[in-house]
């Protein structure tokens, strides 16, 4: 006869929050970033929990909670990029968004630099100088290299200044979390 799958209890709040909060630190994302294996990490997260006095949570526990708070962000910001839409906002919105917000800065950051090299060009055309047609080359490739560094330059102070803000925000958060998720 086959036996009953017991199932584990809800999550409390408390919980989710501690969880949310100990997988958000810098320090753990560093290291989720760096794993080429994640379970060992999700089994530390386990443990954390159980030092933070929440029992009878394992790595699969924690990463299918975390999977499914990140689903529903995700969906939540999908559904508030559509025009017309009233915007949405699940648990611990706010705190996932600062954590994933950094990576899609990254992401948009690389994507908008490869459109920047094609599109911001200034460009000399023929017959606007009197120049030979090998100083015209030499000016054309001047110029694109120079607007496409500067723009690139632009960019990548404005993703500085955002890192470093989300950095901060970090910090912050995780100097005020709860003394249970410490």
């Given at each position: 006869m086959k036996k009953a799958r017991k199932r584990a209890p809800?999550?409390?709040?408390e919980e989710q929050a501690c969880l949310v909060s100990i997988w958000s630190?810098?320090?753990m994302q560093e290291k989720?970033?760096?794993a080429?294996?994640?379970?060992?990490l999700w089994e530390e997260m386990g443990k954390m929990l159980e030092r933070a006095g929440f029992y009878g949570?394992?790595?699969?526990?924690?990463?299918?909670?975390?999977?499914?708070?990140?689903?529903?962000y995700y969906r939540c910001v999908n559904h508030?990029?559509?025009p017309g839409n009233e915007p949405q906002y699940c648990a611990f919105y706010n705190e996932i968004d600062a954590v994933l917000s950094?990576?899609?800065a990254c992401k948009s950051y690389v994507e908008s630099d490869e459109e920047s090299r094609v599109s911001d060009g200034d460009l000399v055309l023929e017959g606007e100088r009197g120049d030979s047609d090998e100083e015209k080359n030499n000016i054309n490739n001047n110029n694109t290299v120079n607007s496409s560094s500067n723009v690139n330059q632009d960019h990548l102070k404005q993703f500085v200044e955002q890192l470093a803000e989300t950095q901060l925000q970090n910090q912050l958060k995780a100097s005020y979390l709860?003394?249970?998720c410490r």
């Amino acid at each position: 006869m086959k036996k009953a799958r017991k199932r584990a209890p809800n999550w409390s709040n408390e919980e989710q929050a501690c969880l949310v909060s100990i997988w958000s630190a810098p320090d753990m994302q560093e290291k989720f970033k760096k794993a080429t294996r994640k379970w060992p990490l999700w089994e530390e997260m386990g443990k954390m929990l159980e030092r933070a006095g929440f029992y009878g949570r394992d790595a699969k526990q924690c990463e299918a909670l975390m999977h499914r708070l990140k689903s529903t962000y995700y969906r939540c910001v999908n559904h508030n990029r559509q025009p017309g839409n009233e915007p949405q906002y699940c648990a611990f919105y706010n705190e996932i968004d600062a954590v994933l917000s950094q990576k899609d800065a990254c992401k948009s950051y690389v994507e908008s630099d490869e459109e920047s090299r094609v599109s911001d060009g200034d460009l000399v055309l023929e017959g606007e100088r009197g120049d030979s047609d090998e100083e015209k080359n030499n000016i054309n490739n001047n110029n694109t290299v120079n607007s496409s560094s500067n723009v690139n330059q632009d960019h990548l102070k404005q993703f500085v200044e955002q890192l470093a803000e989300t950095q901060l925000q970090n910090q912050l958060k995780a100097s005020y979390l709860p003394l249970y998720c410490r």
